[in-house]
């Protein structure tokens, strides 16, 4: 009987150290962290930034422990500054141990910084990156803080990448052969230092190689498939055959570009060039089978895992560096028929 009974004891001892879950149980029951971590989205519709969005979620999951958890909270900002604003609000009320923000302006970088660090939680940007006042220098909310960093990668990389894939072309883009680059330009948004790096330092890549160049059209689809169709199409109508190279900013706009080139007859690598950014999957193998000339990997792997890594070591009290950047890749057909 004293053994049934001691045995039950036992049971019951057992049942009340489970049920105090992540208390102070002892023993063989490990304590269990769970850090709150709250990422804001610019906005969820944009292809890049959801291949992005998943592999921080994936990447946080593979990082748990039996002790360490991440209860990740994401949020859309549906490219509106204010209700970004009022998300970050939430997530401080919420008590966020560490917050990464894709900002949806960067010109509004300083107020979301400002009111994250008041609230003593360390706060990880990536993928646009605050500029100073000039537009061209790091900037100084970033570096006057040791719980803020940036995480991206440098956009003139991916722009000088887009001219040296034209370079390396036979003709270097100058498929008429009169002597001039006659390129169109489908910008991102305006006032996103990845859009303005890229629009100029593919150009930049072509004039610093002394080929001559004229700029028949530019104008911004905002990262938009469907918007980038509409304006290429416009282009076309308006200057037709003499279009030798379409530069778009993102793979997105390219995808929609080269929809209104085919349905405008035109060949890419025969009658016009087509370059992207991204290297999304489908880029690639347009690239591998001709239809694209080329695009730039922008490597949201290596991204998201920097950015999540810098966030944990924040939530490990350990100091993070103001800046991380991670390489783009040139993407053309001989890079892709090597793989
Ligand atoms: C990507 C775009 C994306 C943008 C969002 C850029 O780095 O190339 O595809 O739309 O980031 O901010």
């Not at 019951?12 to 709150?36: H, I, N, P, Q, R």
């Not at 150009?203 to 610093?208: P, Q």
């Not at 190279?245 to 060039?273: I, P, S, T």
């Not at 560096?321 to 090597?338: L, M």
């Amino acid at each position: 009987m004293k053994k049934v009974l001691a045995l039950l004891m036992a049971v019951v001892m057992m049942f009340s150290l489970v049920a105090c879950g992540g208390g102070e149980t002892g023993g063989e029951t490990a304590d269990v962290t769970t850090y709150k971590v709250g990422v804001a989205i610019y906005q969820y519709n944009d292809n890049f930034m959801t291949l992005y969005r998943n592999e921080i979620a994936d990447y946080f999951k593979t990082l748990e422990t039996d002790t360490v958890k991440y209860d990740v909270t994401f949020v859309d900002g549906k490219n509106s500054m204010d209700e970004q604003s009022n998300q970050i609000d939430t997530f401080i009320t919420q008590g966020m141990d560490v917050i990464i923000c894709n900002l949806v302006q960067t010109s509004s970088a300083e107020v979301i910084i400002d009111k994250v660090v008041a609230a003593d939680i360390p706060l990880v940007l990536i993928n646009r990156e605050p500029l100073g006042d000039n537009g061209d220098e790091s900037y100084a909310g970033i570096l006057d803080n040791p719980t803020v960093c940036y995480v991206g990668a440098d956009a003139r990389q991916s722009g000088t990448y887009q001219g040296e894939i034209v370079l390396s072309l036979e003709d270097k883009g100058d498929i008429n052969g009169d002597g001039t680059v006659k390129y169109i330009m489908i910008m991102g948004d305006v006032e996103n230092p990845d859009a303005q790096y890229r629009t100029e330092f593919s150009v930049k890549a072509l004039t610093d190689a002394g080929v001559k160049v004229e700029c028949l059209y530019q104008d911004t689809a905002a990262w938009d498939q469907t918007k980038g169709q509409e304006l290429v199409a416009n282009a076309l109508t308006q200057f037709g055959k003499d279009i030798e190279v379409v530069f778009c900013n993102n793979d997105g706009m390219a995808l929609g570009a080269a929809q209104a080139l085919k349905d405008a007859g035109r060949v890419v690598g025969e009658d016009v060039y087509l370059l992207g950014v991204d290297a999304l999957t489908e880029c690639v193998e347009m690239v591998g089978n001709g239809e694209m000339t080329g695009t730039v990997l922008n490597d949201h792997i290596g991204q998201s895992h920097a950015a999540v890594d810098v966030a944990v070591k924040a939530l490990n009290g350990e100091a993070m560096d103001n800046y991380y950047w991670v390489n783009y890749v040139k993407v053309d057909k001989a890079y892709v028929d090597a793989q």
